[in-house]
């Protein structure tokens, strides 16, 4: 799932979100609406933090607040309340900047996949008591929408989200 927000009234989300593909941050939602995708010049990982690309003689930023943070990039309350409440219902916040000005946030999260009850019931079943989701997402929201497993096994059920052991 995906949250868009936009933050310019110059954007519309689909541009929003074009612009993050272009970012190469893949969201399956511009590949289900056929939007189109920018093709950059340039492009740079910015290890933990996101992606600075160089469109059409522009600068775009897509990434973490502190990314937009690191290279000058103003927040504005109405950004920070939007981080705060995606962060709430468990999503990763991913910020976009054009031309150093925010533009939108994305907020991504990982889904259970269907089928994921029963192995896990079956798991269980064989006696494995100890289960573990590795996600990309802040795993609150994952570990909280997680199906009713069998024998308990919702109790035991433990996540660790991989952004957060990303070198910083």
Do not use: C, F, K
């Amino acid at each position: 799932m995906t949250s868009v927000v936009t933050l310019d009234e110059a954007y519309t989300a689909d541009q929003v979100l074009s612009l993050a593909a272009s970012g190469e941050l893949h969201v399956r939602r511009t590949e289900e609406q056929h939007l189109h995708i920018p093709i950059h010049q340039a492009r740079e990982v910015v290890l933990g933090m996101g992606v600075r690309a160089e469109l059409d003689g522009s600068r775009l930023l897509v990434g973490s607040p502190a990314l937009l943070r690191q290279h000058g990039v103003a927040l504005p309350e109405v950004a920070r309340e939007w981080t705060e409440r995606l962060r709430a219902d468990g999503e990763t916040v991913i910020s976009l900047a054009h031309d150093d000005n925010l533009i939108g946030m994305l907020g991504l999260s990982d889904a259970v996949r269907g089928g994921a009850d029963t192995v896990i019931r079956q798991l269980t079943e064989l006696g494995v008591s100890r289960i573990a989701l590795l996600v990309v997402a802040n795993s609150a929201r994952l570990v909280s929408h997680t199906p009713h497993l069998p024998g308990g096994a919702a109790s035991r059920l433990g996540a660790a989200p991989l952004a957060e052991r990303r070198v910083r």
